[in-house]
């Protein structure tokens, strides 16, 4: 390894690795019920609205995205990132406040703005009034959520987190159910049943975390405001730059096709990235905040990195090329709705783009650990004005396809960027053994494949069983053959 303040500790390691996997463990009920719920939204939103509707829904929800990635988002990262050196400094009621007046400020500073500028609002995201200010109202529990959540994961109160997850998902759905059949509100219901769910979870929230015992109002320390304000900024115009390759795609098929080509393109989005990124996560949810601190700890933190990107791309890969090859039966299972149909296009295309967006929470962590975010930001905004200008080009000519392309084609981008610029001392190690021995399972699924569209016809979702199973067991083999 590199000469550098930062060893090696076996021991450590091995503690930390079993510390990771008991909270992937408690994590794993709400990602698991939170992709069940995930995948279920998408056919009960779709059977309760037109695609217009769907289609206002799902700009909607990518403005709200918008504005809290500027102006709520970052606070509670920072707050994450930092919380283990502020408890080790036994200073935790002057972060706290330093933190909640931080997201109050940027709150207020989002209303001033959005207010005064409101017009140019309506006009550039072509959304009706109703809904920005709707938008608006929403984005204060939303915020408040955020930053209790990651206070959470620094506590590493995994089973909190996954009562609260859990709850939270659910609890928005039925109130969204509710509002639509009985107020006949359309999409705006839905934003409403996010707006109550959402701020009866704040409150529990607040009590998991206790908050309120560690909270309590003080001077605020400058000298702290700024390693928060250099670490978030960039953290914030990163996220701003993926949104821009994985949501400004609706804006831009609006303007050019209309709310129901919208409507489609959230549909696919809805059944890749929020479905696929839930169950993901709960690698990153659980080893990030560990790693973290074992860094703080002067621990070379690379070989556990590698070990869970291999992890990752294992649980992934196989996952994605599944669904990516009965895209049409997956789009079918998944949305009750005919006219919706014409998802399936995407899924190949956000399905792979997923994969590689969420390979760069292993590649891009370097950065993070370093505090040097603007490289992460750098690479990312490349990357999402890259994808602007394919979806410029490719949505008037190719449709659907060219969202496809234009989404797949910017996260690989980040991928490929955050592989080639690496910081010394930080270099990935890559999980060869995962990868070869993946390679070689790929041979017979490839064939069973083969066989299916050749001689072979079953129910879709049988096919897509077996084919996964055939590619675990294979491995599970080599596996064993190995350890032998």
Not at 22 to 27: E, F, G, P, V
Not at 74 to 103: A, C, E, I, N
Not at 191 to 209: A, P, R
Request: charged share 10%.
């Amino acid at each position: 390894m590199d000469k550098m303040e930062f060893v090696e500790n076996k021991e450590v390691e091995k503690e930390q690795l079993k510390a990771i996997f008991r909270d992937m463990l408690k994590y794993s009920p709400s990602k698991i019920i939170g992709m069940l719920g995930n995948a279920i939204i998408v056919p009960v939103y779709t059977s309760l609205l037109a695609p217009e509707q769907y289609g206002l829904y799902s700009l909607s929800i990518a403005l709200l995205s918008f504005l809290c990635i500027i102006f709520s988002d970052w606070v509670g990262l920072s707050g994450l990132r930092f919380f283990k050196h502020h408890q080790m400094m036994q200073d935790m009621p002057k972060y706290l406040t330093t933190l909640v007046t931080m997201l109050v400020s940027n709150i207020f500073l989002m209303f001033v703005l959005a207010l005064t500028f409101r017009q140019h609002f309506y006009d550039f995201f072509n959304i009706p009034v109703k809904y920005f200010l709707a938008i608006l109202l929403l984005i204060i529990p939303v915020a408040i959520r955020a930053l209790l959540f990651q206070l959470l994961r620094a506590q590493l109160k995994s089973m909190s987190f996954t009562v609260s997850t859990i709850v939270n998902q659910f609890l928005t759905i039925l109130l969204s159910i509710f509002f639509v059949k009985f107020f006949h509100l359309g999409a705006i219901a839905l934003l409403l049943g996010m707006g109550v769910s959402i701020s009866l979870i704040d409150l529990l929230l607040i009590y998991q975390s206790n908050l309120l015992s560690w909270f309590k109002l003080q001077k605020i320390e400058w000298n702290s405001v700024l390693p928060i304000y250099k670490y978030g900024i960039p953290i914030a115009a990163t996220s701003l730059s993926a949104w821009i390759i994985n949501q400004s795609n609706k804006f831009i098929m609006n303007s050019i096709h209309g709310f129901s080509q919208v409507g489609i393109v959230g549909v696919a989005y809805g059944l890749t990235l929020p479905l696929l990124m839930t169950i993901f996560s709960i690698i990153t949810v659980a080893a990030i905040p560990r790693i973290i601190n074992m860094y703080e700890e002067r621990i070379d933190v690379r070989p556990i990195i590698s070990r869970f990107t291999g992890y990752y791309v294992l649980i992934s890969l196989p996952v994605i090329t599944v669904i990516s090859l009965y895209a049409p039966e997956y789009v079918s299972m998944l949305s009750s709705n005919e006219k919706f149909q014409d998802a399936f296009q995407l899924i190949p295309y956000f399905a792979f783009g997923t994969f590689f967006m969420a390979i760069t929470d292993y590649t891009t962590l370097q950065y993070h650990l370093a505090n040097k975010t603007y490289i992460d930001f750098i690479i990312k905004l490349t990357s999402g004005i890259v994808g602007v200008v394919l979806n410029i080009l490719l949505i008037p000519k190719y449709g659907l396809v060219g969202v496809g392309v234009a989404t797949l084609g910017a996260n690989f981008l980040y991928f490929l960027l955050s592989v080639i610029i690496v910081l010394p001392g930080l270099r990935l190690i890559y999980p060869s053994a995962t990868l070869n021995k993946m390679l070689i399972s790929a041979f017979p699924f490839a064939a069973l494949y083969y066989a299916f569209n050749k001689w072979l016809q079953l129910p879709a979702l049988t096919e897509m069983l077996l084919l996964t199973v055939v590619f675990y067991y294979c491995y599970w083999l080599l596996v064993r053959k190995a350890a032998n």
